[in-house]
């Protein structure tokens, strides 16, 4: 329990992230290029909350490194395959 | 036997997969990126073989893009803007010349500024601007990126205009079907009460001050200057028609109204295969976290909370994207 209340600041401060990403998305639907800046800005920040995350938590691995970069990569692709779809 | 143990080794985490879900794993992952990578290809590559299986299907008629600017124009207290033939025909002739040219732009491949396509169906004008849209669905959908847009806005709730021309065209950009939206707007000279100089003065005037103070004309883009103030002393008196009189099926490429295309859609296409991979995934990773925190199976592992957040961003993003481009 004392695990899980330890990730809540973590938790909060990435969906926040989140929450910003998604508002500037709507806010700026007509500016292609800053949607795609918006999609980087977001896919950064989500890989080094993991790194910092897992840092903090002494759980920090090469295949965890991976598994964020990877799911960033595959986030990042599928936006930019919709917007230039669009 | 097989298919229930492939589910299993997929979807739940097991010892035959290192207690994480197959299609969790990096390796997987890597998979959907290429096959998005590999569908994007096609989907840039299939126009230029010339089969022509894209394109956006659309309902859009003149009368609404009138009836929506003129509502916006009223929520802002301006008067409404009055439908005129011949900026009509104006914008028919810039929507023809961009499909015959194929290019989508304000100003053509050869230099062909927006304004000549006023002068040429002969309209003189004071002011001038030109919003363009194109792969819309609906109407609607087109005016509410226009006013999303803060250039394209400007046009649409200037005080400065006073008739509207529209024309839709159906047609093939870059080897995809689609539907554009020329939406030209206009005061003419004879409208004009202010001293009038002559025509080629006013065009000097145009040339020499790409951007002018009081323009609101345009979209950034494309080096087209946002606003046209010019002034003349010939005049064309502006043969503003009742909106049921356009409504009338134009010649040639442009069209009132433009019935659906039975073609694949290339955003819708992308869309729903995003929208089941990232379906997938945040169902996958649910289970997982679910199960690994039941059983308490530990391993070296991302948040599962961070990766269905990440993904449920994604998700919501493929959910709020329509297609369609302005300019």
């Known amino acids: 329990m004392k695990k899980h209340a330890t990730h809540i600041p973590h938790y909060l401060s990435l969906i926040g992230i989140f929450a910003v990403g998604l508002i500037g998305f709507l806010l700026f639907s007509y500016d292609r290029t800053f949607q795609i800046a918006i999609t980087i800005a977001i896919a950064i920040s989500y890989v080094v909350w993991g790194l910092v995350h897992h840092h903090i938590h002494k759980d920090l691995h090469l295949s965890v490194i991976i598994e964020y970069v990877v799911v960033a990569a595959l986030g990042l692709v599928i936006v930019f395959s919709l917007v230039f779809s669009t | 036997m097989l298919t229930l143990y492939l589910i299993s080794h997929y979807f739940f985490p097991q010892q035959s997969n290192n207690n994480r879900p197959k299609l969790l794993q990096a390796s997987s992952i890597f998979l959907f990126i290429a096959l998005f990578i590999i569908l994007q290809t096609s989907l840039y590559l299939i126009p230029k073989t010339g089969l022509r299986v894209l394109g956006y299907a659309a309902n859009i008629s003149v009368e609404e893009v009138v009836r929506l600017t003129n509502e916006k124009r009223a929520q802002s207290g301006l008067a409404p803007l009055t439908l005129n033939s011949t900026l009509s025909n104006a914008a028919r002739m810039k929507g023809e010349d961009m499909i015959n040219k194929d290019y989508w732009a304000h100003v053509s491949p050869d230099g062909t500024e927006p304004w000549k396509f006023f002068t040429d169906a002969g309209y003189q004008?004071?002011?001038?601007?030109?919003?363009?849209?194109?792969?819309?669905?609906?109407?609607?959908?087109?005016?509410?990126?226009?006013?999303?847009?803060?250039?394209?806005?400007?046009?649409?709730?200037?005080?400065?205009?006073?008739?509207?021309?529209?024309?839709?065209?159906?047609?093939?950009?870059?080897?995809?079907?689609?539907?554009?939206?020329?939406?030209?707007?206009?005061?003419?000279?004879?409208?004009?009460?202010?001293?009038?100089?002559?025509v080629a003065h006013a065009e000097e005037?145009?040339?020499?001050?790409?951007?002018?103070?009081?323009?609101?004309?345009?979209?950034?883009?494309?080096?087209?200057?946002?606003?046209?103030?010019?002034?003349?002393?010939?005049?064309?008196?502006?043969?503003?028609?009742?909106?049921?009189?356009?409504?009338?099926?134009?010649?040639?490429?442009?069209?009132?109204?433009?019935?659906?295309?039975?073609?694949?859609?290339?955003?819708?296409?992308?869309?729903?295969?995003?929208?089941?991979?990232?379906?997938?995934?945040?169902?996958?990773?649910?289970i997982d976290g679910i199960l690994v925190a039941r059983k308490r199976i530990p391993r070296v592992a991302g948040r599962t909370f961070a990766h269905i957040s990440f993904l449920g961003m994604i998700l919501a993003i493929a959910l709020i994207l329509r297609a369609g481009r302005i300019l």
Not at chain 2, 137 to 153: G, L, Q, V, Y
Not at chain 2, 215 to 233: N, R
């Open chain 2, 205 to 286: 005037i145009t040339e020499e001050i790409p951007v002018i103070v009081e323009e609101e004309v345009v979209p950034l883009e494309p080096p087209v200057e946002p606003v046209v103030v010019a002034q003349a002393e010939e005049s064309l008196t502006p043969t503003a028609m009742p909106l049921l009189a356009l409504a009338k099926p134009p010649t040639t490429a442009g069209q009132s109204a433009v019935s659906s295309i039975t073609r694949i859609s290339p955003f819708n296409a992308t869309r729903n295969i995003s929208i089941i991979v990232v379906g997938l995934l945040i169902m996958v990773f649910t």
């Open chain 2, 125 to 198: 004008y004071r002011y001038a601007g030109e919003n363009l849209a194109r792969d819309f669905s609906n109407p609607s959908s087109a005016i509410d990126a226009w006013m999303a847009s803060p250039t394209h806005k400007d046009n649409m709730l200037s005080s400065k205009y006073q008739e509207i021309g529209i024309a839709v065209l159906e047609g093939d950009l870059a080897g995809v079907d689609t539907t554009l939206i020329v939406q030209l707007f206009g005061t003419s000279l004879s409208a004009s009460t202010q001293a009038s100089v002559p």
